[in-house]
């Protein structure tokens, strides 16, 4: 069955740092989102992405943040500068249809030092 | 307060019993999601719903739309069901608004 998949699983930083998390969305969805959930709390919504450009961002998804799909089957999640409070487990998901149930990938628990 | 409102926060039950979590929303919507957050934080949607009800397995799906309300039923719980089910909302725009989880424990 296709699945979302990510790397690493777990990413250890130092604070300042630039960290890329990388997804691969199932093969033939077209929109593709980033999550995230810091410890302890609900998931939150950081930015969607379809058609090659961001379709929707929240507040969170400030000028440290961007977004990629550098080929036909990555999509990437920037962070340029980390900070303590990036620390959290980041969630990449993808979708068909707009409005169509969403599969998440396993999390990439980012750690910033 | 949140969009998405979830009770109780936390469930502990003995196996086999009938499970309910519920989940309250306070904007219209475009559909009801219920996802599964496992302990080692992965996360699976289990039911997507914009109205009446669902059924897979064990587990039920139902979402009253007049009064912003859905619920989640697990008939004849086993320890395996142990995990924090996750409530979340779409708005038409395609980002998901989540509730804050209830961690449901069933004991042997």
């Known amino acids: 069955e296709p699945e979302v998949t990510q790397t690493p699983s777990h990413q250890v930083t130092q604070m300042g740092q630039e960290v890329i998390l990388r997804c691969v969305p199932i093969?033939?969805?077209?929109?593709f989102y980033w999550y995230r959930q810091i410890l302890g709390q609900k998931v939150e919504f950081l930015v969607s992405?379809?058609?090659?450009?961001?379709?929707?961002k929240s507040e969170i998804f400030d000028d440290q943040f961007s977004v990629e799909r550098p080929d036909g089957s990555n999509f990437t999640l920037k962070i340029r500068s980390t900070k303590l409070e990036d620390s959290a487990m980041y969630f990449c998901?993808?979708?068909?249809?707009?409005?169509?149930?969403?599969?998440f990938g396993p999390g990439t628990r980012l750690t910033v030092l | 307060k949140n969009e998405v409102e979830q009770s109780p926060q936390n469930l502990t039950a003995q196996e086999g019993e009938f499970i309910t979590i519920n989940c309250s929303y306070s904007?219209?919507?475009?559909?009801l999601h219920w996802l599964q957050q496992h302990p080692g934080g992965g996360i699976v949607s289990l039911f997507m719903?914009?109205?009446g009800k669902k059924k897979h397995g064990r587990l039920i799906a139902t979402i009253n739309i007049q009064e912003k309300h859905s619920s989640l039923h697990i008939t004849a719980s086993h320890p395996r069901d142990s995990a924090v089910y996750i409530c979340?909302?779409?708005?038409?725009?395609?980002?998901?608004?989540f509730g804050q989880g209830t961690r449901l424990t069933i004991n042997p």
């Open positions: 998901a993808s979708n068909l249809l707009n409005g169509d149930e969403q599969f």
């Open positions: 093969s033939n969805h077209l929109y």
């Open positions: 992405f379809y058609n090659n450009e961001i379709s929707e």
């Open positions: 904007v219209g919507i475009s559909a």
């Open positions: 719903l914009s109205s």
């Open positions: 979340a909302v779409s708005r038409g725009a395609q980002k998901l608004v």
